[in-house]
């Protein structure tokens, strides 16, 4: 068996959250290609700011095969308090997509940073590619829309509706969990719940997200532990044409400042 990786990027996502095409242009896969195993997304900033977070979303398109839905966070890189802090940077994170694909297809890579940030940041996707067909089922992924975390201990906040179709089973949870402005003695530690209607069992069905960790004194950075992830296999009620899921956040502390959080769950 052949398995190589290819990279895309690094492109500039701006300072705005319009979706840009990763590395200019299609990415052309070799020949001999029978499937896309995984993708690896990666972002930087050059010129981090003070109360921003950097929280984006990788998303793959093509006209010559099937593969969308798939929209999947990369690593986000956490906001920080002071002149002479920085922002700590997570491992990237890898994602099966299992798709098939005849050698000359092209792929379309698209970049989009969620919040507005002062300096724009970048980001590279490889993409691991295989001589042989998908191992495995194919995958699929959908996230919702970027919500505020608010401000209150134990109050669930219910994020947006999004749906997608044609599913048989969750197969992870996804969710990405931000702050803005820092503040000493402050953490966000909780959970999200997922809720749909179409699911065969009513729950649970709660992540438990990476806490967000801050500091004492003037300096102060946070770190996050990248995406959090968790596999599930929980099942779609047979013949369902469209899903919708909710999600709802929950922190144990109480903020000054509301942060953000955005889900998805990944699914064949």
Same mark, same amino acid.
């Given at each position: 068996?052949?398995?190589?990786?290819?990279?895309?990027?690094?492109?500039?996502?701006?300072?705005?959250?319009?979706?840009?095409?990763?590395?200019?242009?299609?990415?052309?896969?070799?020949?001999?290609?029978?499937?896309?195993?995984?993708?690896?997304?990666?972002?930087?900033?050059?010129?981090?700011?003070?109360?921003?977070?950097?929280?984006?979303?990788?998303?793959?398109?093509?006209?010559?095969?099937?593969?969308?839905?798939?929209?999947?966070?990369?690593?986000?890189?956490?906001?920080?308090?002071?002149?002479?802090?920085?922002?700590?940077?997570?491992?990237?994170?890898?994602?099966?997509?299992?798709?098939?694909?005849?050698?000359?297809?092209? =792929? @379309?890579?698209?970049?989009?940073?969620?919040?507005?940030?002062? /300096? %724009?940041?970048?980001?590279? #996707?490889?993409?691991?590619? +295989?001589?042989?067909?998908?191992?495995?089922?194919?995958?699929?992924?959908?996230?919702?829309?970027?919500?505020?975390?608010?401000?209150?201990?134990?109050?669930?906040?219910?994020?947006?509706?999004?749906?997608?179709?044609?599913?048989?089973?969750?197969?992870?949870?996804?969710?990405?969990?931000?702050?803005?402005?820092?503040?000493?003695?402050?953490?966000?530690?909780?959970?999200?719940?997922?809720?749909?209607?179409?699911?065969?069992?009513?729950?649970? =069905? @709660?992540?438990?997200?990476?806490?967000?960790?801050?500091?004492? /004194? %003037?300096?102060?950075?946070? #770190?996050?532990?990248?995406? +959090?992830?968790?596999?599930?296999?929980?099942?779609?009620?047979?013949?369902?044409?469209?899903?919708?899921?909710?999600?709802?956040?929950?922190?144990?502390?109480?903020?000054?400042?509301?942060?953000?959080?955005?889900?998805?769950?990944?699914?064949?």
């Amino acid at each position: 068996m052949t398995m190589s990786i290819d990279v895309v990027g690094p492109t500039s996502l701006g300072t705005g959250t319009t979706k840009t095409l990763i590395g200019g242009g299609n990415l052309v896969l070799p020949g001999w290609a029978r499937s896309i195993v995984a993708i690896i997304p990666t972002v930087s900033i050059a010129v981090p700011t003070a109360a921003q977070s950097v929280i984006t979303k990788v998303s793959l398109e093509s006209d010559d095969f099937t593969v969308g839905p798939f929209e999947v966070p990369a690593a986000p890189i956490g906001s920080f308090l002071g002149a002479l802090s920085n922002p700590g940077l997570a491992k990237a994170e890898r994602y099966l997509v299992n798709c098939p694909v005849n050698g000359g297809d092209q =792929l @379309k890579i698209y970049g989009q940073a969620l919040v507005l940030n002062t /300096g %724009a940041p970048s980001m590279s #996707v490889a993409v691991v590619i +295989s001589d042989q067909p998908p191992g495995g089922s194919q995958r699929f992924a959908k996230m919702g829309v970027l919500t505020a975390t608010g401000l209150v201990a134990s109050t669930e906040i219910a994020g947006t509706l999004y749906s997608f179709s044609k599913a048989r089973s969750i197969v992870e949870l996804l969710a990405v969990v931000a702050p803005t402005t820092v503040a000493a003695a402050e953490d966000i530690h909780g959970h999200i719940r997922y809720s749909s209607s179409e699911f065969e069992y009513a729950g649970p =069905l @709660k992540l438990p997200y990476n806490p967000v960790i801050a500091g004492l /004194g %003037a300096a102060i950075n946070t #770190v996050i532990d990248g995406v +959090s992830r968790a596999p599930v296999d929980f099942p779609i009620k047979a013949g369902t044409s469209q899903t919708n899921i909710q999600d709802y956040f929950t922190m144990n502390g109480t903020l000054a400042v509301a942060g953000y959080f955005v889900t998805g769950v990944i699914f064949e």
